[in-house]
């Protein structure tokens, strides 16, 4: 395909029926509003998912964690690559990053008349090969991306094809440093201080995980119900990039990547 930009007819019809769900933030919607809609195509798929758009944009997907591992990141750029050539509705998120990369939702029309259109983050986590992640962000735009997990999850597929790390292991957590992780276990303990809360998995820190909570994200999560009192004893699933420190270390700047797995009080999606 030429390098000139191309304009998929239809693109923006079938696009404007899915992505208001898709795109759909859970709070403070004006700070997830993405730009208008506009058509484009998948020239090249670069490293670590960059996408190399028709137009000239260099983009990457809103909402997901590139996997780390092969042979998923290779299928992940695979699955991308086969939407080469297909129109594209895509928005923009916010300002680029700091790679001059625009973040963006972006959904396909249709391959034939018996297809649906397919927005490609969603592809990617229902595949296994991609995990839903706020990355350095406080808000989460794309919560639609969490559900679609459950599948891959179950089935041990793709990035999922290791268990989920306990979070009382601190062994295991320590090979998992500066890595991406997925972490499961039950609080015991809730340490709020000024600046920062503590969410604790275990009683001695240097043996399993410790979850730091920014001032401005806990009190988000205390405005959905999740306080010091209804936390303790309760099983969750978080995630993020883990350090290692005196203990495992994982901050959440985002609410939505800690999930409550059981009780009457778990986060509603």
Do not use: N
């Not at 999850?153 to 990035?159: E, H, P, T, Y």
Request: with cysteine.
């Amino acid at each position: 395909m030429s390098r000139s930009f191309v304009p998929a007819v239809g693109c923006l019809g079938f696009a404007l029926a899915i992505l208001p769900a898709a795109a759909a933030p859970r709070i403070a919607p004006e700070t997830c509003q993405a730009s208008i809609l506009r058509e484009d195509r998948i020239d090249a798929v670069g490293p670590r998912g960059e996408l190399v758009l028709a137009s000239g944009t260099r983009a990457i997907l809103d909402g997901i964690h590139w996997p780390e591992t092969e042979p998923e990141a290779a299928q992940a750029a695979a699955h991308l690559a086969g939407f080469r050539g297909r129109g594209l509705a895509i928005s923009q998120r916010g300002e680029t990053d700091r790679w001059g990369r625009a973040r963006i939702d972006a959904v396909a029309e249709p391959a034939s008349e018996t297809d649906e259109p397919s927005d490609l983050a969603t592809g990617l986590v229902v595949a296994g090969l991609a995990h839903a992640d706020a990355g350095e962000s406080d808000l989460f735009c794309r919560i639609d991306l969490i559900a679609p997990e459950g599948q891959p999850r179950l089935a041990r597929r793709g990035v999922w094809r290791e268990p989920v790390l306990d979070a009382r292991d601190g062994s295991a957590l320590a090979t998992q440093a500066a890595r991406f992780v997925v972490v499961e276990g039950r609080i015991v303990s809730v340490g709020e201080r000024a600046e920062r809360t503590y969410l604790d998995f275990v009683r001695r820190s240097a043996e399993g995980l410790t979850v730091t909570v920014t001032k401005r994200t806990w009190r988000i999560m205390r405005e959905r119900g999740l306080t010091a009192a209804t936390l303790r004893g309760r099983l969750v699933r978080v995630r993020g990039r883990l350090e290692v420190r005196r203990g495992p270390i994982l901050e959440i700047a985002s609410a939505d990547m800690i999930e409550v797995l059981e009780g009457e009080r778990a986060l509603t999606r």
